[in-house]
């Protein structure tokens, strides 16, 4: 009830209603994670997680944004090429060069286009392919949800695929033969240039706006952020073209980017098992908002609007 | 084409390729609107227009926020009571209370939950009710898309609704007998406390990230940013619960809003008409981008990701 309260309250004073006597509320989605069984947190490997380190912010305070990259069977070739480039430290003391307003920010080498200047990759980078956009996909036979659940979130309609789906863990789309990871809020995709060059890894953008779902397909996603995305969201926006920066001065250098397996004193990080009775609940709660501010149930959500909660494992239970 | 090419270099150097010949390409949604008759561009009345002046930023650099006010039939009551507020100076002096990730940043008094300190309402404000947040709509039966357009953003299917569209220049959802505007990406709402309070207009707020769709018929939306976005989406996000500002030091001050009609010097702006053959011809292009940097066309898109082009009135044609 608490986060349903000091939205009611903050967003206009209306101290009567506290006072009242109600009927059980129905939890929020927030209210439905929260009382997750351990059992249904997922461990999230420090090896699968990036770390990117950017310098302080004006007032001197650090700015980590941490990733979680994309698991098999999508993006494989660029996700070897992403622990190369961190294993060879490749990224530290480039920048962030394009800010986006709902769209994306992106990082990597800012004289990436200068061929006499591009910083030069490590060795043991890996061909990709645009092939591997997508990936071979037998959506198998879904169990049922749990009892009282008649939304599922596995198998969503979806304007821009045959259907979507939160499965394992990822939101993912998919025309029958073939899936792929999709563009949300937070999405990690390879910067590029035009086809059939599919990107390396060493350019990457994390989406901050309203999911640009026309990319699914068209570039690799390789990862999400899952914590201090607001490093990113927050930057100016360039004023140049597609939001580059027009200066140096405007970029935000980047300190170090590292897999978590390789950063000391990392917190440990877990997703909410999408397979979980947990997560059931909460995207029916998510689609049909019950809790207390609500009137109207939505009676539906799209893929993008039911991310998969995520967590730093309490200290009480490390 | 210079934009494609653009983010192509950008991306990823590929010098190679842009002195490769090439057959004519497809235009990008955004050259399809370059294109446009000027006779497809409709004016936005100046008392249409909301104008957000914030206080400068930290470089002294002015900070302009311009919202376009929803017309009838929707959310009247509260852009009336908007129209009062303006009129009245009353947000002056207050501030941004409220910037929370991939959702909203709010504006009103900061003290509003505190009813010795709140602020006076001024005189002539209308009772609002929840039965607004809908209105009556018969979807009239809408005319062929131009000759070569298949994709018909008016009619799309919508998790969130029986369709949605863009209808007479916004983003509507419908249930066959009720329409509402839909929150996007940039949509302004109304903040209120629990129902059947349905908030005055005084408490607004901005959406900064995936369009928060279960919000639709359970908040009033009254308009939509139109200019300036990234002066919001950029502030930094409160630490308090839903994103709420802890102290009054992290609030960024509102100098004034008016509506545009007394701001003097304002440019004119317009919004491509969503009737238009131009129009149709975009929002084909956002569902099926055939210009050079895509390979796969999504086929579909929704109601959220076809914005309606905006721009200011170019001095050569003022």
């Not at 989605?29 to 059992?39: F, H, K, R, T, Y």
């Not at 995305?229 to 970029?251: D, N, V």
């Not at 009775?277 to 689609?287: H, I, K, P, Q, S």
Request: proline share 10%.
């Amino acid at each position: 009830m608490k986060a349903t309260l000091i939205l009611a309250a903050a967003l206009l004073a209306a101290p009567a209603l506290a006072q009242q006597a109600e009927a059980p509320a129905a939890p929020s989605p927030g209210e439905i994670v929260s009382a997750a069984p351990l059992s249904e947190w997922m461990a999230i490997a420090p090896e699968d997680l990036l770390v990117m380190d950017l310098a302080p912010d004006a007032r001197g305070k650090a700015r980590r944004v941490v990733i979680q990259l994309m698991p098999p069977p999508f993006s494989q070739p660029w996700v070897a090429n992403i622990r190369t480039l961190a294993k060879a430290q490749w990224w530290d003391g480039l920048a962030i060069v394009r800010s986006q307003d709902n769209y994306v920010v992106q990082w990597g080498d800012p004289d990436g286009e200068d061929a006499a200047k591009a910083k030069a990759l490590p060795k043991g980078m890996q061909p990709t392919s645009e092939s591997d956009y997508v990936a071979p996909w037998a959506v198998a036979a879904l169990a049922p949800p749990p009892a009282g659940v008649t939304f599922d979130a596995r198998a969503l309609p979806d304007p821009f695929a045959r259907q979507a789906g939160v499965h394992k863990g990822w939101a993912i789309a998919d025309n029958a033969l073939e899936a792929w990871p999709v563009h949300c809020y937070g999405s990690v995709g390879v910067g590029r240039g035009m086809s059939p060059d599919a990107g390396t890894g060493a350019e990457l953008y994390s989406v901050i706006g309203h999911a640009p779902r026309h990319l699914d397909r068209n570039i690799a996603v390789v990862g999400r952020v899952i914590e201090g995305i607001e490093h990113l969201s927050t930057l100016p926006r360039g004023t140049g073209p597609l939001g580059f920066y027009e200066t140096p001065e405007e970029r935000t250098g980047i300190a170090a980017i590292r897999l978590g397996s390789d950063v000391e004193g990392l917190p440990a990080y877990q997703y909410l098992s999408t397979e979980s009775d947990t997560f059931a609940r909460y995207a029916e709660a998510r689609a049909n908002r019950r809790d207390p501010f609500f009137i109207v149930l939505a009676g539906g959500a799209d893929v993008c609007n039911i991310p998969v909660p995520m967590r730093q494992v309490p200290a009480s239970e490390g």
